[in-house]
């Protein structure tokens, strides 16, 4: 079903990498562009888990194309063989898709792609067309990627390093992605892998990153002084959150046409005082493991706060015996919550989160204050912003086992419930949920970039 483009026939084609963290803000993207009249397609791979369904709502075209694997199998598959295998099919199939795009009646004009493929740009090149990675991660992230790329980070990173970047606060080894103090397999491969990101950033027109100039000026004018050209355009998410521009954009669908998922999440929000509740999910990934689910389980009971708890189906068994008719009063044990709408609520008064870039981003927009449980890859790098850098959190301290007790649990949450530093941390979050929406609204620094890289491909 093609959609006609408003924009002279020009037509953008947006390659996803199949985690959900890396589709949602290529979702959000697609959308954004079409706003401005451009016809964007948007190409998922076979093993993506996400379900798309194209209606005439839907402003996006979408195509599938094979990945080498079926749907679910990257979390399953040997994470080396995935990302070998998934280059060699995706190659092939994206530019079988790109030569028949080329006949078609809107030829496409560019490709955007996951920064994790960077030899896409290739690929396009080889049709005549340019390309540009949109990168998922923080632009600090991203940063401290590019210092390893250039080699002033040495990996891996010891112990007692106190590591000194330009444009960033001193970090320790916890506050450097996990990848640069982790050695053996998977975590040297994921380095490289990601490193690998930088192989062609010299032949880049355009680099696109999920953030906004203001949550991260010093990195990024740094990173533009470096001759990168940067193009923040997020935060990413739904525009219902934000500036309102985009219609019915209340999910990170292509179309809002279909019912909303049942829950009873809300409506148990709605029942509650105004900032009085945790909002506790960690994540689809890392499961947390039998002590730790205990001692968090028994942190929450003892902050005496109401709780809403996002407990995978896998990882129910792990919850201390009898806790849920224990804390029914005041908690809430669910497999699933509508995240944005839990967030945007106002009886949620803090977010007990892994600090994934999109929660991150999504609690920033939303003005939620966070308690940081990093777990792994760029979770610390972004835990360290949130605490030191934007002051809208507090970081919770692991003992020698490596887990987070009840007692530092209660501790963290209370900060921010119900001591003076929670005060200051809440009017950081309104600032920053202020200017997440500027940076979006007509005329934001976001929102002009978008608009200058549509005006530069459409005079082509």
């Keep these: 079903m093609e959609r006609e483009p408003r924009n002279s026939g020009v037509h953008v084609m947006c390659l996803s990498f199949p985690p959900q963290g890396h589709i949602n803000p290529m979702i959000q993207f697609c959308k954004r562009l079409a706003s401005k009249g451009l016809m964007v397609t948007l190409i998922t791979t076979t093993s993506c888990t996400a379900k798309f369904t194209q209606t005439q709502a839907s402003s996006i075209n979408l195509e599938r194309i094979s990945d080498g694997f079926k749907e679910g199998e990257m979390t399953t598959a040997n994470i080396e063989e995935f990302f070998k295998g998934f280059k060699i099919s995706v190659s092939q199939s994206l530019a079988e898709l790109i030569e028949k795009q080329t006949s078609s009646r809107y030829p496409p004009k560019f490709l955007v792609y996951d920064s994790y493929m960077p030899w896409a740009l290739d690929i396009a090149r080889r049709f005549g067309i340019d390309g540009a990675p949109l ?36 970090l320790g080894k916890n506050d450097l992605p996990s990848f640069l103090y982790l050695s053996g397999s998977p975590h040297d491969f994921l380095l490289n892998e990601t490193v690998d990101q930088f192989s062609n950033i010299q032949q880049l027109n355009w680099l ?86 205990e001692e968090l389980a028994w942190g929450l009971k003892r902050s005496n706060n109401n709780f809403l708890w996002v407990v995978k189906e896998s990882e129910k068994k792990n919850l201390p015996s009898k806790f849920i008719e224990e804390t029914s009063e005041k908690g809430l044990v669910v497999t699933w919550s509508p995240q944005l709408d839990v967030l945007a609520h106002k009886s949620v008064g803090c977010f007990m989160t892994h600090c994934g870039w999109n929660s991150t981003l999504e609690a920033l927009s939303l003005g939620v204050p966070m308690v940081a449980v990093p777990q792994f890859s760029d979770q610390t790098t972004n835990a360290k912003f949130v605490v030191d850098v934007w002051e809208v959190g507090v970081r919770v301290r692991v003992n020698e086992k490596g887990i987070v007790t009840k007692e530092e649990i209660e501790e963290c949450i209370s900060q921010i419930m119900q001591g003076e530093r929670g005060k200051q941390i809440r009017r950081n979050s309104d600032k920053w949920k202020e200017l997440a929406k500027e940076a979006v609204c007509h005329g934001g620094s976001s929102d002009q970039n978008i608009e200058q890289f549509v005006a530069k491909i459409s005079s082509n």
């Design 135 to 170: 990168c998922t991660t923080s632009m600090a992230v991203h940063t401290i990627y590019y210092h390893v790329h250039q080699g002033r980070v040495k990996t891996p990173v010891e112990e007692s390093s106190v590591i000194s970047l330009p444009s960033m606060p001193l």
């Design 208 to 293: 696109f990153v999920n953030t906004f100039d203001k949550l991260e000026d010093e990195v990024v004018n740094w990173m533009r002084r470096s001759q990168c050209p940067i193009n923040t355009i997020g935060p990413m998410i739904p525009s219902m959150y934000l500036d309102k521009r985009l219609e019915d954009d209340k999910n990170y669908e292509l179309s809002s046409s279909k019912p909303n998922k049942e829950d009873n999440c809300v409506k148990w929000l709605d029942s509650k005082e105004t900032a009085s509740v945790v909002y506790v999910s960690y994540g689809s990934w890392a499961p947390l493991g039998e002590e730790q689910m």
